[in-house]
């Protein structure tokens, strides 16, 4: 499978599962609101997303695919297997403890989570029931990407990609089922965010049998391979999570304001992810794989040609989704989550924490491409020292900003930092020697950001001109002007990337084609 046909895979399955969430989302807002129920639940859905993210997903994903692809590569197939084995029973021994553990002792661990909370008795103890329900999440989650790692590596990119989906199609349906059921809808919920994962994992154990792996389950040892494997999982699991590290900062900080600003942050942090994931995951996902086998073989131009590929579609697709937040956030947030519960004031507070959030969106995609390239050298030191350095800066600034902006300087830390990580990580690769990039990349960066300006300015007259129809009664009306004016966005851009010569459309056919290993070296060379 050819690199940008990757992409492209990992992100159109993303967009799906975001499309799902936002489904979801919708839902939440209209039966919960922003209230202090809203507020509970995400705060417990916080907790198992921050492990899964940081070491799930993150920190044993960038350390085990390259090792998993090292042993697939130099011995085979029976010994990645082998491999994979025994990283399955290290995890399970791990996380049965720590799940029990922690559901003991949650009333504690939300303490620290959400302090705010402990002075409304009634919202606390529901955040720690609807915690004790969502934990267990953590540990299905975790088999899911230890799984997802193995098909990854193997180019079997649709599966992983796939399976949140089932978690927002399972959180829709107890939505949607809790009243007819006679239950509590938020209580509900939190119970489904686990029964997706029992639904995860069976997907993608049906999916690793389809491509012929299955996993037995062996006697936990520490081999040498689980002490490399282990650490590499210590300094990943910051160095790939340096974001969930800071939005649960700003959810700590956000407990502290006036009820309701959680849920603003979660809210805009939700559009927010619609890039991240559809593109900076996407990239990252597809790159890690690809840069571990060349950077194994020594050979740089080609991990030059891929990491400059990376970075040209971080600057492609990031930046105009950036400017879109940005400045059409608030017809964006009012179209999709205003009715019901939430209202007009919580469309705009939304709307501008989205913009704060929206500063980082293009060096958050380019930080998946750059930790890549580190993890891909078997590196997750330094992005560890970089995530360090960057939580801090991120949470001075935004205890700094909170008393002049509230939750939306909280948003903005984020966002303004985001870019602190990428000169930090530049910094280092230039230091190692690693940091090089083809002239392509080069000549098309600033038109790209040329291209990204003029599609701002023409969102801003949309958004002008639709008023009427994006504050209309009717929803469907509303849903139409929005799709006109991202669809009008969306087509300045393209017509001015080709005029500005910021992209090319054949050279993006010949990318999704597979690319015959000749052609790709002549580029990088």
Not at 166 to 186: K, Q, S, Y
Not at 433 to 454: E, K, N, T
């Amino acid at each position: 499978m050819s690199f940008a046909r990757a992409i492209a895979t990992v992100g159109g399955l993303t967009l799906l599962s975001r499309l799902a969430g936002f489904a979801r989302d919708i839902l939440t807002a209209a039966v919960l609101g922003a209230g202090p129920v809203a507020d509970a639940f995400f705060v417990a859905l916080k907790l198992p997303n921050l492990f899964r993210r940081l070491f799930a997903e993150g920190a044993f994903g960038v350390a085990f695919v390259p090792l998993f692809s090292a042993e697939l590569q130099t011995r085979g197939r029976a010994a990645a297997v082998a491999f994979a084995e025994e990283a399955l029973a290290i995890l399970l021994a791990a996380l049965i403890p720590f799940t029990l553990a922690a559901v003991a002792a949650m009333p504690w661990l939300m303490h620290g989570l959400a302090p705010g909370f402990v002075d409304e008795p009634e919202k606390f103890g529901l955040a720690v029931d609807m915690a004790r329900l969502t934990f267990p999440y953590l540990m299905l989650v975790s088999l899911v990407a230890l799984l997802g790692g193995v098909l990854n590596a193997l180019d079997r990119f649709g599966p992983f990609a796939a399976a949140p989906i089932a978690f927002n199609l399972t959180l829709v349906a107890a939505l949607l089922g809790a009243p007819r059921l006679g239950l509590e809808p938020g209580k509900a919920m939190a119970a489904a965010v686990t029964l997706s994962g029992v639904v995860q994992l069976v997907w993608m154990a049906w999916a690793c049998r389809g491509a012929g792996v299955v996993l037995r389950l062996a006697r936990p040892r520490m081999t040498p391979g689980m002490r490399r494997l282990f650490r590499l999982v210590g300094p990943g699991a910051i160095g790939a999570g340096v974001m969930q590290i800071n939005l649960f900062l700003g959810i700590v900080l956000a407990s502290l304001l006036p009820s309701g600003a959680v849920s603003y942050l979660y809210y805009a942090d939700r559009l927010n992810q619609m890039p991240l994931g559809v593109i900076g995951i996407a990239i990252g996902t597809a790159l890690l794989p690809v840069l571990a086998r060349h950077a194994a073989a020594g050979d740089e131009p080609m991990v030059r040609h891929y990491l400059s590929r990376a970075l040209e579609f971080s600057l492609l697709l990031g930046l105009p989704a950036a400017t879109a937040l940005g400045v059409a956030g608030l017809p964006i947030v009012s179209v999709l989550f205003e009715r019901g519960a939430f209202g007009p004031e919580e469309a705009r507070a939304t709307a501008w924490a989205l913009a704060g959030y929206a500063v980082g969106i293009p060096a958050y995609v380019i930080v998946k491409s750059l930790n890549a390239a580190f993890f891909a050298r078997h590196d997750t030191v330094t992005p560890v020292r970089v995530a360090v350095v960057v939580t801090v800066v991120t949470a001075l600034l935004a205890v700094a900003l909170l008393p002049v902006m509230g939750h939306v300087g909280i948003a903005l830390a984020t966002g303004l930092t985001a870019w602190l990580d990428v000169a930090l990580l530049v910094g280092a690769m230039k230091t190692r020697g690693h940091w090089s990039f083809d002239g392509r990349l080069g000549r098309r960066a600033p038109r790209i950001v040329a291209a990204a300006v003029g599609m701002g300015a023409a969102l801003g007259a949309g958004s002008a001109l639709l008023a009427p129809w994006l504050g209309a009664p009717s929803t469907a009306v509303r849903f139409g002007a929005l799709a006109l004016l991202v669809s009008g966005g969306m087509a300045v851009y393209g017509l001015l990337a080709q005029i500005l010569g910021a992209t090319d459309l054949a050279d993006l056919r010949t990318m999704l084609k597979r690319e015959p290993a000749e052609a790709v070296r002549q580029d990088a060379l």
